[in-house]
C-alpha cells in the first residue's frame, strides 16, 4: 500500500516551509512537526514497524553528516545551517530514504553555494532550495 496523498501533503508542507523560510530565513516547528507525522505516518503504512523503523533510519543517516559538521566547525556551523535546516534534512531523510536523500542534500547545498556566489548573498534560504530540489527530481521523474 502506498498512501500517495500523504506524499502530496508532505510535498504541500515542504511548500510551506520553503515559501517561510525564504520570507523570514525561519521554519516554523508547528509545520516541521506536521511534516514529520506525514512522513512517519507513511511509514507505518506502508510497513508497519518495518516502515517507521525504516523512516527513522533515515533521519538519523541524514543527520550523520550534519552532527560532524558540527563537531568539526563547532558554533560555526550555525553561521550555515539553522536548526530547522537540519530538521528539514531529517524529514526528507525519513521521507525519500537515506541515498535519495543524501543526493537531494548534496544538489541542495551546491545550489545554495552557487546562488550564494551569484547573488552575492550571505545566506541562501536553505529550505526553499530543498523543495526547488524536490520538485525538480518530481518532474524529472527521478523522485517518485
Given at each position: 500500500?502506498?498512501?500517495?496523498?500523504?506524499?502530496?501533503a508532505?510535498g504541500?508542507?515542504?511548500?510551506?516551509?520553503?515559501?517561510?523560510?525564504?520570507?523570514?530565513?525561519?521554519?516554523p516547528?508547528?509545520?516541521?512537526?506536521?511534516?514529520?507525522?506525514c512522513?512517519?505516518?507513511?511509514?507505518w503504512?506502508?510497513?508497519?514497524?518495518?516502515?517507521?523503523?525504516?523512516?527513522?533510519?533515515?533521519?538519523?543517516?541524514?543527520?550523520?553528516?550534519?552532527?560532524?559538521?558540527?563537531?568539526?566547525?563547532?558554533?560555526?556551523?550555525?553561521?550555515?545551517?539553522?536548526?530547522?535546516?537540519?530538521?528539514?534534512?531529517?524529514?526528507?531523510g525519513a521521507?525519500?530514504?537515506?541515498?535519495?536523500?543524501?543526493?537531494?542534500?548534496?544538489?541542495?547545498?551546491?545550489?545554495?553555494?552557487i546562488?550564494?556566489?551569484?547573488?552575492?548573498?550571505?545566506?541562501?534560504?536553505?529550505?526553499?532550495?530543498?523543495?526547488?530540489?524536490?520538485?525538480?527530481?518530481?518532474?524529472?521523474?527521478?523522485?517518485?
Amino acid at each position: 500500500m502506498n498512501p500517495q496523498w500523504l506524499d502530496a501533503a508532505a510535498g504541500c508542507l515542504l511548500l510551506v516551509l520553503a515559501v517561510s523560510d525564504a520570507r523570514r530565513m525561519r521554519l516554523p516547528l508547528r509545520w516541521m512537526a506536521l511534516l514529520y507525522l506525514c512522513v512517519f505516518l507513511k511509514g507505518w503504512l506502508v510497513g508497519n514497524w518495518v516502515g517507521l523503523l525504516a523512516a527513522l533510519v533515515g533521519v538519523l543517516v541524514v543527520w550523520l553528516p550534519f552532527g560532524l559538521m558540527r563537531l568539526i566547525l563547532g558554533k560555526r556551523a550555525d553561521q550555515w545551517l539553522g536548526g530547522g535546516d537540519w530538521l528539514l534534512a531529517g524529514a526528507l531523510g525519513a521521507w525519500l530514504g537515506p541515498s535519495m536523500a543524501l543526493a537531494v542534500l548534496a544538489v541542495s547545498f551546491a545550489l545554495s553555494a552557487i546562488l550564494g556566489f551569484a547573488l552575492r548573498r550571505r545566506r541562501v534560504p536553505f529550505a526553499s532550495v530543498c523543495a526547488l530540489v524536490v520538485a525538480a527530481g518530481w518532474a524529472g521523474g527521478v523522485l517518485t
